[in-house]
């Protein structure tokens, strides 16, 4: 049995330490490098033309009896690549191209029992890149308290949200700085880069599970996280 979670992120993935693995958009002009730090954390950053998007973050996800943010060991990676169109009923473009090259990494947990496995999947598109969680064996029982994924940016963007604690969804966006951001902001979330770029952080496919909100943390006196 097969239980999957996925997030999609307009952003770029790497990880820090250790054997790198990189993946790229099928125009090279994004890149995902991934890897997992000395104590076993996935981590991934991100760039596009070479540029920094985000900084080194980490992954991972806090279950009820197990923590799958550490000692976390990558027993196999695979690579895929996939390239077709679809046509939707509605919206502002009728063909949409689905082409994304991707990697997978599969996990043991070293204080965990062998009941499941993680598959951290990344795929990478021309504008933007997506991970996924997807929970591999006996999984009937899995409780998730929480997700551990960090967005570190390389730059202090301006941020569109919906204040959390509004009364209803559709509520008026507010624009701040991310460091100046210090309650829970409800996704999605539109940053705006000091070179004019967007980026827009969102979700999918949320079955069976709770929707995602973002809070900032305080990375150092001038710096903040997602």
């Known amino acids: 049995m097969k239980k999957s979670l996925f997030f999609a992120v307009l952003a770029f993935a790497f990880f820090s330490c250790q054997r790198n693995y ?100 990344f795929r990478c598109f021309n504008d933007g890149v997506a991970f996924r969680y997807e929970f591999l064996g006996d999984n009937d029982s899995l409780q998730i308290l929480d997700e551990k994924n960090t967005y570190r940016f390389s730059q202090d963007p301006q941020i569109w949200s919906i204040p959390y604690n509004a009364l209803y969804y559709e509520a008026l966006w507010e624009k701040r700085t991310l460091t100046q951001i210090s309650d829970t902001m409800s996704s999605p979330i539109t940053l705006e880069m000091a070179d004019g770029s967007y980026i827009c952080m969102h979700e999918a496919n949320l079955t069976d599970y709770g929707a995602q909100n973002f809070f900032t943390d305080t990375v150092s006196n001038r710096q903040k996280e997602i």
């Open 22 to 121: 990189l993946l790229e958009s099928p125009d090279s002009r994004i890149e995902v490098n991934v890897t997992v730090s000395t104590d076993g954390q996935p981590q991934f950053s991100v760039r596009k033309d070479l540029q920094p998007v985000l900084n080194t973050s980490s992954l991972g996800l806090q279950l009820w009896e197990e923590d799958w943010t550490r000692s976390l060991v990558l027993k196999e990676v695979t690579r895929s690549s996939h390239n077709e169109t679809w046509t939707q009923v509605w919206g502002q473009q009728t063909v949409v191209e689905n082409r994304y090259n991707e990697i997978a990494l599969r996990f043991k947990n070293k204080n965990a029992d062998n009941k499941h496995q993680l598959v951290i999947r």
